[in-house]
């Protein structure tokens, strides 16, 4: 295989080495793009002269003797949903397209300080709405283990630019589930760092007190070199926390999970669950068993809750985040022909510019604000939440971590729940309780079952995104030794 399938931490040791430059990697990883982009539908936008112009310009950098970090040089997929000055951010809506921002997210900044090569956009479900990517305006990305079935979402652009080489990491955002359940239908890692552990300023907003930004990798160490670089306290964000990044690179390199408890929540398995997934999970417990850690069955009775309270708040913020586009501000502006007033410009626009799911979001969530049914719905909501953080304060009394399967099912197939959006909602039941607590949680594989992916989540307390990480290292360790090599090898399209 050629350079593309090496990890993102080796290929930098390569470049450091002076084995390989940011250009020559630049063009093997923008020729894999070329080659799959028409087939899966993974960047909405990308460049090649102007990813080249950057890995040139790293390349100059180091021969000049500048230190670098470990990520310089190597290219990056950034969600469709991340302000960039040179690209467009669409949120994979007609409403946004082609508009440029004027300012770069504080993720983007951080890429761009760390001298990684920005690509291009990934595809996403509209505004980050979905768990499959077909709410996209501009068509649905497609998973590389089987081009018939869908990659995840809302993020399925970013996990499967990672799972199919063009890139070997990208940048998601997780209000849901959007990093982690992509990732563990792709067979990759994703992780949602603690709210407010990596800043939103420039992530367009969908659902505030739950989004989130994280990496995509092939491995639990890349995805610590990116979270590490796109984490810190930034002023923009009213949220984020200042405290120091904790050392997720080193938590991956943990030889094994002695001392550690480890708690299998109890409510995520039974009904619902595909076999498979089961199995595979069941597996992985095993292998954390015997790298030491201790086991224990938790219940958490409210995470049961946490999806149908998630439906109220999520509709509820993006209801209000979204009304600032009204067609007076950004993108989209339709009928305005000089015979109509603001208010049917706004209405035609919104008519136009929203894609089913949004209407649909906007609708309920207004409804569940209004005056009148406020306690009935997103109050009662908010209680919901307050009781499914107190599972997790209690479960963290007795363990480190908590540990499911990431999502019920392996990927479905593109099409088979557009017309249910219950059944597509329910591909986030178990992702949902950490965004509720803003929690850390990872997704990393643990295997395939009849030929698809499946993934291993990991939930720890708030700031000890580290524990994720520990977890998820001796995990994938463990497993490639028992296959012989990453999982990918797997891949039959390779
Ligand atoms: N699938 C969930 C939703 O549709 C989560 C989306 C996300 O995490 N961005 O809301």
Not at 27 to 33: D, G, H, K, V, Y
Not at 278 to 306: K, W
Not at 432 to 442: D, L, Q, R, T, V
Request: proline letters at 6%.
């Amino acid at each position: 295989m050629s350079i593309i399938t090496k990890s993102a931490a080796e290929l930098g040791r390569m470049m450091a080495a002076g084995e390989l430059t940011s250009e020559e990697l630049t063009r093997a990883s923008l020729e894999q793009i070329e080659k799959l982009n028409p087939t899966l539908n993974v960047f909405l936008a990308y460049d090649a002269e102007h990813a080249l112009a950057q890995a040139r310009a790293v390349d100059a950098r180091r021969a000049a003797g500048e230190e670098l970090g470990p990520l310089a040089g190597i290219p990056v997929g950034v969600k469709d949903n991340y302000c960039t000055t040179d690209f467009p951010t669409t949120c994979a809506s007609r409403m946004l397209e082609g508009w440029v921002p004027p300012y770069d997210a504080a993720v983007v900044e951080r890429l761009r300080a760390a001298g990684m090569v920005i690509v291009g956009k990934t595809n996403l479900d509209e505004f980050a709405m979905g768990s499959s990517t077909e709410t996209s305006a501009f068509g649905p990305s497609r998973n590389p283990w089987d081009a018939e079935r869908v990659p995840g979402g809302s993020g399925g652009g970013s996990a499967a630019a990672v799972a199919s080489f063009m890139v070997p990491l990208a940048v998601g955002s997780d209000t849901g589930g959007s990093i982690r359940q992509p990732g563990a239908v792709t067979g990759t890692v994703g992780v949602k760092a603690t709210y407010g552990g990596s800043s939103r300023y420039g992530l367009v907003a969908m659902a505030s007190s739950l989004d989130q930004p994280g990496p995509c990798a092939r491995t639990a160490e890349d995805a610590a070199l990116l979270q590490e670089i796109i984490s810190g306290y930034d002023p923009r964000d009213s949220a984020s926390l200042n405290q120091p990044v904790p050392d997720l690179v080193g938590a991956v390199q943990a030889a094994d999970l002695a001392g550690m408890k480890v708690g299998v929540v109890k409510e995520f398995a039974g009904d619902g669950y595909d076999q498979g997934v089961l199995d595979r999970f069941n597996e992985a417990v095993e292998l954390l068993r015997q790298a030491g850690a201790e086991i224990v069955e938790v219940s958490c009775p409210h995470f049961t809750y946490a999806l149908p309270a998630y439906y109220l708040i999520q509709p509820a913020e993006l209801s209000s985040n979204l009304a600032r586009f009204d067609g007076m501000r950004y993108g989209l502006r339709e009928g305005d022909d000089g015979t109509r007033g603001a208010e049917e410009v706004m209405n035609l626009t919104r008519e136009k510019g929203f894609g089913r799911e949004g209407k649909r979001r906007i609708i309920i969530g207004t409804y569940a604000l209004s005056a009148g049914y406020y306690d009935a719905y997103y109050g009662s909501a908010q209680k919901v939440r307050h009781l499914i953080q107190q599972d997790f304060e209690k479960a963290f009394e007795q363990v480190d971590v908590l540990i499911s399967p990431t999502t019920p099912s392996t990927a479905f197939k593109v099409g088979e729940r557009t017309a249910d959006p219950m059944s597509m909602y329910l591909a986030d039941l178990c992702t949902i309780p950490s965004n509720m607590a803003g929690n850390a949680s990872g997704s990393f594989p643990s295997g395939l079952a009849d030929g698809l992916p499946t993934g291993l989540q990991v939930m720890a307390p708030p700031m000890e995104d580290a524990r994720v990480y520990r977890v998820g290292g001796v995990l994938e360790r463990a497993l490639e030794a028992k296959w012989g090599g990453p999982l990918w090898r797997k891949m039959e399209a390779l």
